[in-house]
C-alpha cells in the first residue's frame, strides 16, 4: 500500500492525491519486471529464461528497465490505493512524477470519482396498494395455459372470434392508391383477435368464409408511421379458417406434467402472489429512488455526463435509422429545435447517471453481495429470476455476459429487498378511473 502524503477533495467528485512508493515496494517490483523480461530473454551461454539480471540490464539497457519499474510501480500503487477507498472511479487523469528513483517514488494524480453520501434511513413512501382478484387471475392464466396448448383444425363456417385466419391481404392509400403492405400474393396467418387487429378490421373479417373476398376503408393508426393521418383501403380474401381445439382437462394435465388441476392452479396463485410482491417491492423502490433523487443534491462527474450524452445521442440516431428517418425529420414533426434535442438527451443523461449513483449508494449502504448458493436459490424459487433468465437465453451473449447480466440483476433484486424491509410504506387505496 503506498504511502498517502496529501489527499485533497477539489469537489464531490474530484480527488487530488500524492503518493509515495518506498524502496521496499521498488524493489519487490523491480523483482516482478526482471522476471518477466527474464522468462522469454535469450543470451548465448545461457538457457531461455535463465539469463542473469545484470546481463538483460546490459542487454536492453538500464534506462528502459528504470521505465518499466517506474511504470509498474505506480499502476500497482495506484490500484491498492483505489481498491481502498470503497469508490467507483470514473477517470484517471493528470499523473505527474515528482520524484523517480530507486529510493523512491512520488506522484500525484487527479481521479474522478462517483460521489458518496449518506442516505437517509427514515423515510416513509407512498405507493398504491395492488388489489388483485386472486380466483380471476387464475382462471385466466389457466386458460392462457390451455390455449398454449391447443391446436388448430380447418372448418368451412364463417370465421368466429379466436379462429386462426389464413389470408391475401392488400392496404392502399385511399388518396393516391399506393401500396403500403401486403399485395405480394403471400398467405398470411392471424388470429381473429380485435387487439391484434388493425383497428376496424376484425369487425370485418368476422363472418367471413373461405375464398370470400372483401374490399373497406379504415382510418389508418396514429401509432404506425406509414398509415397514420391516412384514409386505408383493405382488400382481403380468406384462404383458410381454422377453429380452434381445446385439449380436454386429461389431456392437459398430461402435457404440463401435473397430476390434478387443484396442483395446476396451487402452482398458478403461487406464481401470481409473488408476481404482486414484486410489483408491490418495484413500487416501493420506484417512489423510494424518486424521494432520493429530489432530497439529496450531488453532482454528476463530468467524464460519466460526457459519454452517457454521446450514448444516449447514438442510441436515438439508430433508432431513427432503423426507422429510415432523419434528425431533421424528427425535429420537424416533433417541433423541436437541435437545442431542444440536444437539451433533452442531457436531462435523460443527468437522470440515468443520478439513478446509478444512488443506486450503488444504497448498494454501498447495505453491502448488498450475494454467492453461488443464493444465485441457485433465485434460480430456482424466484419466477423473475426464471423469466428473466429465459429472456437472456433468446439473446446471442457469451456465457460471460449471462453471468453478468444475471449477477447484476439478483444484486437489484437483493436492493429491492432491503428497501421493502427498511423504508416505511404508507399504502394508499388505488382510485379507479370511474371515481
Do not use: C
Not at 515496494?25 to 542473469?52: H, L, N
Amino acid at each position: 500500500m503506498p504511502k498517502i502524503l496529501e489527499e485533497n477533495n477539489r469537489t464531490q467528485t474530484l480527488k487530488e492525491i500524492k503518493l509515495e512508493v518506498s524502496k521496499e515496494e521498488i524493489d519487490q517490483t523491480y523483482s516482478k519486471v526482471m522476471r518477466e523480461i527474464q522468462k522469454d530473454f535469450v543470451a548465448p551461454g545461457f538457457r531461455k529464461g535463465k539469463v542473469p539480471f545484470n546481463i538483460i540490464e546490459n542487454k536492453v539497457g538500464q534506462g528502459y528497465i528504470f521505465q518499466k519499474v517506474v511504470e509498474s510501480s505506480v499502476d500497482e500503487s495506484l490500484r491498492n490505493y483505489l481498491s481502498s477507498i470503497n469508490q467507483s472511479v470514473v477517470s484517471i487523469n493528470n499523473i505527474k512524477l515528482e520524484v523517480a528513483n530507486y529510493e523512491r517514488i512520488v506522484y500525484s494524480v487527479l481521479i474522478e470519482v462517483e460521489p458518496v453520501f449518506d442516505v437517509p434511513d427514515d423515510v416513509e413512501v407512498e405507493v398504491n396498494k395492488l388489489e388483485i382478484n386472486i380466483e380471476q387471475e387464475i382462471e385466466k392464466r389457466f386458460i392462457q395455459i390451455r390455449d398454449q396448448f391447443s391446436s388448430f383444425q380447418e372448418t368451412n363456417r364463417e370465421i368466429k372470434e379466436g379462429d386462426r385466419v389464413d389470408i391475401y391481404f392488400e392496404i392502399k392509400d385511399s388518396k393516391s392508391g399506393v401500396t403500403l403492405a401486403g399485395g405480394d400474393n403471400n398467405v398470411y396467418q392471424v388470429l381473429a383477435v380485435k387487439e391484434m387487429l388493425l383497428p376496424g378490421v376484425y369487425e370485418h373479417l368476422i363472418g367471413m368464409k373461405k375464398e370470400e373476398e372483401k374490399e373497406f376503408e379504415i382510418d389508418g393508426p396514429a401509432n404506425i408511421e406509414q398509415f397514420k393521418d391516412k384514409k386505408l383501403r383493405i382488400k382481403i380474401k380468406v384462404s383458410n379458417v381454422l377453429e380452434k381445439q381445446i385439449p380436454p382437462d386429461e389431456e392437459l394435465l398430461k402435457l404440463v406434467n401435473y397430476k390434478s388441476l387443484d396442483d395446476l392452479k396451487r402452482d398458478i396463485k403461487n406464481v401470481i402472489e409473488q408476481e404482486k410482491e414484486n410489483i408491490q417491492k418495484d413500487l416501493v423502490f420506484s417512489r423510494y429512488l424518486s424521494f432520493l433523487r429530489d432530497k439529496i443534491d450531488f453532482e454528476i462527474p463530468e467524464t460519466w455526463f460526457k459519454k452517457e450524452k454521446e450514448f444516449q445521442k447514438n442510441n436515438f440516431l439508430q433508432l431513427l435509422s432503423r426507422q429510415n428517418r432523419t434528425l431533421d425529420d424528427y425535429l420537424k414533426s416533433s417541433n423541436l429545435s437541435q437545442e431542444d434535442f440536444e437539451k433533452n438527451i442531457e436531462n435523460i443523461a443527468k437522470e440515468n447517471i443520478k439513478r446509478a449513483i444512488i443506486i450503488n449508494n444504497l448498494l454501498r449502504k447495505y453491502n448488498i453481495t450475494f454467492d453461488n448458493l443464493e444465485v441457485e436459490y433465485y434460480l430456482k424459487n424466484d419466477v423473475e429470476t426464471q423469466r428473466y433468465v429465459f429472456d437472456l437465453s433468446q439473446l446471442k451473449l457469451s456465457q460471460e455476459e449471462i453471468n453478468y447480466r444475471l449477477s447484476q440483476f439478483i444484486m437489484m433484486k437483493k436492493l429491492k429487498e432491503e428497501v421493502f424491509k427498511r423504508v416505511k410504506i404508507k399504502y394508499v387505496e388505488q382510485i379507479s378511473p370511474s371515481k
